[in-house]
């Protein structure tokens, strides 16, 4: 997105322009083209929009690729069609797929026509030429020529950005300075994205990759920083002596172990929150628990979960913030399942199963601001 718009160097490759409204005032967000932009493609032939993603069509694309991002560097189906799946982040946009018919050939036109709603997405394609009838039928044969057909399509669409900072905080400037005195930041101890699961290999890998071996960095590791962490600790308020503790979103509470007096393991006294959306969070070691299984958090700071504490397997008043998403579809949330909100953004693939996508309602700025203390 955001290339050169200046240059005419492939002819009829077409491009789309997203608008977008703040007030009554538009201006152009993004100029986007295709990742296989090539002379007469004719991309942006039609578009449609739903939400934050944005399907964008080339009919006379002309790879013989099928399905879902296949190979689209070559040219040997002449206009086939394709079409190309954008979604925004904020206001960044970004190619999340690349979409061919089942049965590619040349001359059909995939994406003549397109409708987005939600996550469901149509794709006409009107020279499509088998005689098949209804749905699913034999899609191989060629013996009703410009016949036509429809593709449909379930995006698998990324969440937008919906997790705030489990604690109270007028602004970021606060959050960084206030929230203690003197020093700025409150994560103490980062998602560990080398070794899943507790397993222990003498590192860590935060979230945008950096690697901190602790044989060789112990000595600024200390207590703050520990190897296969499964989630994100927040340390206390320095200026306040308890602290209420927030879900990061709305949602229904579950999950409430209140009763760990004394408890010396895992997470101690804690609360679940399901957020209707896949994702769980985790509030763990809290000194008091103020919500019941079954309670709707509707307005998130008019409704503390607990206070901050030390319970369980802790060694000193922290918050451990875990981020769970179902990716099995199942309704239980894993420890297989467990995210860092913070994404992921390192070269090689991330050694946990389910994807981590930035889900913070901040930007990338507000979070440096949050890890600035160590
Ligand atoms: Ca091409
Ligand atoms: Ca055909
Ligand atoms: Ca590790
Ligand atoms: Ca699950
Ligand atoms: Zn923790």
Redesign the pocket.
Known sequence: MNGDGANNSATGSGAAYVFARSGTTWSQQAYLKASNTETMDRLGQAVSLSGDTLVITAPPESSKATGVNGNQADNSAYASGAAYVFTRSGTTWSQQAYLKASNTEAYDQFSSAVSLSGDTLVVGARSESSNATGVNGDQANNLAPGSGAAYVFTLKIPPSPFLDLPFQYTNFSVAANGNFSGSSGRVNSWFDHSIPNYSKNSNLTKWDGSLFDFTQVASIQGLSWYDGHNGTDFSHDRSQTTEDIYAAANGTVFGVVNNCGGCTTSYGNRVWIDHNNGYATLYGHLNTVSVTNGTLITDRIAQPLGVMGNTGGSKGVHLHFGLYY?????????ES?VVDPYGWKGATNDSWSVPSLYLWIHPLSAQQLIEAWT
């Open positions: 179902d990716q099995n579809g199942d309704g239980q949330w894993t399942e």
